[in-house]
């Protein structure tokens, strides 16, 4: 039961239909969040074994790790994510969390150093994917988009259907009313 943490309570598998255009079909994306590497025993053991079952299901396209993919966003948590990250055979988009850029010292800057972004923009059978790294800022705060990731959101990258992938939704509700 361990291994299902990513596969059944994290993963989630979307499925978006639209059109009745000749080149359009249905497709499916896997969604990884709050996979915390490195906080507890059998953390990088879910997380390699959810990506091995994506690789294994030819229905699955591409994967969003959507934040807190680590603990603390220490430096070594960074490697060993990069290390796992390697065995996608499929494209996936990754953005920070709180856990990864806010909790350390160096982790926004080294984020941005080993995986090149906080953000992506990634255009599928005519829907375009945006994501982008947020999160609180202090512990248990509200919801934070950080100004550089603003900025990036504001150059030219919203065409046709558009859907956003963030760490934290942007809601103050904390629940259903």
């Excluded at 080149?23 to 990506?51: C, G, K, M, P």
């Excluded at 490697?79 to 996608?88: G, M, R």
């Excluded at 255009?123 to 512990?139: E, K, T, Y």
Aim: with cysteine; hydrophobic share 35%; glycine share 8%.
């Amino acid at each position: 039961m361990k291994r299902i943490l990513l596969a059944i309570c994290v993963i989630a598998l979307s499925v978006l239909s639209y059109g009745q255009g000749i080149n359009q079909r249905a497709f499916t994306f896997a969604w990884l969040s709050d996979v915390h590497l490195n906080s507890f025993a059998y953390a990088e053991d879910d997380l390699r074994q959810s990506i091995e079952d994506i690789n294994a299901n030819p229905d699955v396209d591409f994967t969003i790790l959507s934040g807190d993919v680590t603990e603390f966003g220490d430096t070594k948590e960074f490697y060993l994510l990069q290390d796992i990250l390697k065995d996608f055979r499929k494209p996936y988009f990754l953005t920070p969390g709180n856990h990864d850029v806010n909790w350390s010292e160096n982790g926004c800057t080294m984020f941005d150093k080993i995986f090149q972004a906080s953000h992506f923009c990634y255009d599928w059978q005519g829907v375009r994917f945006i994501g982008c790294g947020a999160g609180p800022s202090l512990r248990m705060g509200p919801p934070h988009i950080p100004r550089e990731e603003i900025l990036w959101l504001h150059r030219p990258c919203y065409s046709g259907k558009a859907t956003h992938y963030l760490h934290q939704s942007l809601s103050s509700q904390s629940g259903p009313e």
